[in-house]
């Protein structure tokens, strides 16, 4: 991939090629965040072997998203304990004939089945995902000039709205709420906005389709509001201060060289406070 | 004291926080003010402060959790907290530093401007502050749920005038009195608060919670506005949380502040409705795609 990407919307990149493209991405931003520029230069330098939840992800994505892709790329591996010769030749026999293909486990293959399914169900997460998916885009934040890169899931022309497809153990409002923030997702829907806004899109909205991996495949549907996008603007902004002082000098520091003092988080003692009065009293 | 200001008042001579009336004209305050002046310097000459026992005094005095409160003031610039010394603590200070004279003057007053001047004078050194400002003869309504700008009348004129005054007169009371005493006065204040706010989350921290969002009820922040600043719920307020609500509360009460500069509360988060779900309800339906062939795996049924 070229280093002089010019910003615009791509189609067609294939997961891999895009993970190798210029441009700082959010979910780097988030390794800024949750840990140090030296654990972020390390993992582009190194970057991690998906592990077999990302690859049961990815091809629920496919399922969904791309259904011919799906099909073309994703195969069930042949039933039966794997170290018995008639499995293990059958296996071989599956590899050799489609040599592209990535094998799932047949009890994974049905999941993505019934994900694929259950979201198909639903009426309006029919209508949220019906629009051009997989799109890479790249564009120069406005601010600090710095490329970043992204990935649609879809892009929902006629509603405006750029869609998220997460795949989760539990798709409640309050739980999702909670994932919101552990897993950044509000940086992710500003990072996604300002990129759209970067590139003379017209999208003003984020929303996530969360399907369930297990039955009966719950399917609820978001849509990320004011107040989490504006609070991910605000991460967002440091981070691409720091990424900007790191790229331009070249140096990825880790966490502090100095002795730090550590405390509980400010909630604990509270929470102590309560489970210790509750027991003395009780 | 009261803490009124008597308007119009042409000369405005008037002391700080003391309501008269103006009668017998211009010559006869300047004639009066002067006398008082005269008086207030040859007692003071007689009675000089005894620094130490002031200082005493003062730290004493932030010491009672009451005076501690309003102590301190906190605002927000830029992504800091400014915190500093109160109108009230600057008058408490003045009062147990003794030989201290200070007041606030209308300069003049128009149908459209205020100018004032708040002063402050230290009788011992004869060391004289003022500071002044100028604003417009207007204040804020709610016009339904817009905010207008509108006329005062007396009772509005007077309110306005004493809260941007009493920022004057402290100004310059800082600056004659000695800045190390107000940044221990202050630290004192700090530690009280802390200590209280402490003492009282221990003691019923149900209740201490309570009186708290009661305050800022009072003032038109609700508790949805406070756990958004805090960024948790108020059930989970920290000591050190608790000491800076108390200095906004202090802040936004004497006007140093708007209730905006610290709380979101003009743009709700999240109306509750969803946009897009607006959007997708105003346009077709999307019909389930037909599969193209057998979904079932390739392998399915082989052993």
């Known amino acids: ?282 | 004291m009261g803490d009124e200001l008597a308007l119009p008042s042409p000369a405005a001579m008037a002391g700080f926080g003391e309501a008269q009336l103006v009668e017998g004209g211009i010559e006869a305050i300047v004639q009066r003010e002067d006398t008082e002046y005269k008086s207030a310097v040859v007692v003071a000459k007689r009675f000089p402060r005894d620094e130490a026992a002031a200082y005493t005094a003062i730290i004493k005095a932030c010491k009672r959790p009451g005076m501690a409160e309003k102590a301190r003031y906190a605002f927000p610039r830029g992504n800091k907290t400014v915190t500093g010394p109160s109108v009230a603590l600057a008058r408490e200070m003045a009062r147990a530093w003794g030989n201290v004279r200070y007041g606030l003057r209308v300069v003049s007053l128009d149908d459209e401007q205020v100018h004032i001047r708040g002063y402050a004078v230290d009788l011992e050194t004869n060391t004289y502050v003022e500071f002044e400002d100028r604003f417009a003869r207007l204040v804020q309504r709610k016009d339904g749920n817009r905010t207008i700008w509108v006329s005062p009348d007396e009772r509005d004129l007077r309110e306005l005038v004493n809260r941007r005054g009493a920022i004057c007169v402290r100004n310059a009371l800082l600056q004659v009195l000695p800045s190390d005493v107000t940044e221990d006065a202050e630290r004192e204040a700090a530690e009280t608060v802390r200590k209280a706010a402490q003492g009282e989350l221990k003691q019923d921290r149900a209740a201490a919670i309570r009186r708290l969002a009661l305050a800022f009820d009072a003032i038109g922040v609700n508790t949805a506005m406070l756990e958004r600043r805090l960024a948790h719920g108020l059930d989970l307020v920290t000591v050190e949380e608790t000491t800076e609500l108390r200095a906004i509360l202090t802040s936004i009460t004497e006007g140093n502040s708007r209730r905006q500069d610290h709380f979101e509360f003009d743009a709700p988060r999240d109306s509750g409705v969803s946009e897009v779900d607006a959007r997708l309800e105003a346009e077709a339906p999307v019909e389930p795609a037909k599969p193209k062939k057998q979904a079932k795996p390739e392998t399915a049924g082989l052993l």
């Open chain 1, 1 to 282: 991939m070229s280093e002089t990407l010019e910003p615009g919307l791509y189609e067609k990149v294939p997961a891999a090629t895009y993970h190798r493209m210029p441009g700082v991405s959010q979910s780097q931003l988030k390794v800024l965040r949750e840990l140090s520029p030296a654990h972020l230069r390390w993992q582009m330098d190194h970057p991690p072997e998906p592990s077999p939840a990302m690859v049961l992800g990815a091809a629920i994505h496919d399922a969904i998203l791309l259904p011919d892709d799906f099909e073309t790329v994703w195969r069930p591996l042949a039933a039966g304990d794997g170290r018995t010769k008639t499995v293990r030749g059958l296996r071989a026999a599956e590899a050799a004939a489609a040599p592209y293909a990535v094998f799932l486990t047949t009890q994974d293959y049905a999941t993505c089945l019934a994900v694929r399914d259950a979201v198909a169900a639903n009426k309006k997460a029919r209508q949220l995902l019906n629009g051009e998916a997989e799109r890479s885009a790249v564009w120069n934040d406005p601010r600090t000039g710095i490329l970043c890169r992204g990935r649609f899931d879809l892009l929902g022309e006629r509603t405006g709205t750029i869609v998220d497809l997460k795949t989760s153990r539990c798709a409640a409002k309050d739980k999702f709420s909670r994932d919101i923030w552990s897993y950044g997702y509000h940086m992710q829907a500003a990072f996604y906005l300002q990129g759209a806004r970067a590139l003379g899109l017209e999208y003003d909205r984020f929303a996530f389709v969360v399907v369930e991996k297990d039955p009966p495949y719950g399917v609820a549907l978001y849509e990320m509001s004011h107040g989490a996008i504006k609070d991910g603007e605000r991460e967002i902004e440091p981070l691409m201060d720091l990424y900007r002082q790191c790229i331009e000098g070249d140096v990825w520091p880790g966490y502090s060289e100095h002795v730090q003092m550590i405390d509980l988080p400010a909630w604990a003692p509270h929470q102590l406070d309560q489970k210790l009065g509750g027991s003395n009293g009780g």
